[in-house]
């Protein structure tokens, strides 16, 4: 699938089909563009869940963590990374920090993060899934679509391209 973030805003502005995130993300990973149908996670500096959701073999889709913005410790890793390119998912955006970013960047995957830390999250196991999450202005739900480039991240309740 081709698209630009741009583009699809050229083509949607008369109509009320997507939102779009505050700029606050920076870009890792080697696919700076990526899209997919969205799954959802709420954690709080907390990883457990985030690695469960990544071991599923999935198509088209790409993972949403509300982090709580945190910038203390990282939620997710290289090592999640890879496990998430072994199981097909498109991206992961983190309202919350990465780590091992060098090495992410090398990798064939799409992620914004608010930043990198070197610090490793906990292990509580208190975190919820598929639930309506809201950062950075916009209200994500599970199955909308995500669309991210460099340009931005458009969030629709319905397929653009």
Same mark, same amino acid.
């Given at each position: 699938?081709? *698209?630009?973030? &741009?583009?699809? /805003? @050229?083509?949607?502005? =008369?109509?009320?089909? $997507?939102?779009?995130?505050?700029?606050? $993300?920076?870009? *890792?990973? /080697?696919?700076?563009?990526?899209?997919?149908?969205?799954?959802? !996670?709420?954690? *709080?500096?907390?990883?457990? !869940?985030?690695?469960?959701?990544?071991?599923?073999?999935?198509?088209?889709?790409? !993972?949403?963590?509300?982090?709580?913005?945190?910038?203390? /410790? %990282?939620?997710?890793? %290289?090592?999640?990374? +890879?496990? &998430?390119?072994? =199981?097909?998912?498109?991206?992961? #955006?983190?309202?919350?920090?990465?780590?091992?970013?060098?090495?992410?960047?090398?990798?064939?995957?799409?992620?914004?993060?608010?930043?990198?830390?070197?610090? +490793?999250?906990?292990? +509580?196991?208190?975190? @919820?899934?598929?639930?309506? #999450?809201?950062? %950075?202005? #916009? =209200? $994500?739900? +599970?199955?909308?679509? !995500?669309?991210? @480039? =460099?340009?931005?991240?458009?969030?629709?309740?319905?397929?653009?391209?």
């Amino acid at each position: 699938m081709s *698209f630009t973030t &741009a583009a699809l /805003c @050229d083509s949607y502005s =008369n109509q009320d089909h $997507f939102q779009i995130t505050e700029s606050l $993300f920076m870009s *890792f990973g /080697c696919n700076s563009t990526f899209s997919g149908q969205i799954t959802t !996670l709420k954690t *709080f500096e907390d990883n457990v !869940l985030i690695k469960e959701i990544l071991e599923e073999k999935v198509e088209n889709r790409v !993972l949403v963590i509300d982090g709580g913005g945190s910038h203390r /410790c %990282a939620l997710i890793d %290289a090592n999640l990374a +890879k496990l &998430a390119i072994k =199981n097909g998912w498109q991206g992961i #955006v983190v309202y919350g920090c990465i780590r091992n970013a060098e090495t992410i960047n090398n990798m064939p995957i799409g992620i914004r993060a608010l930043h990198a830390h070197p610090l +490793k999250s906990h292990k +509580k196991d208190h975190s @919820d899934r598929d639930l309506l #999450v809201s950062f %950075a202005g #916009v =209200n $994500f739900k +599970k199955d909308h679509y !995500l669309y991210a @480039d =460099n340009d931005g991240i458009i969030v629709s309740a319905t397929n653009l391209s």
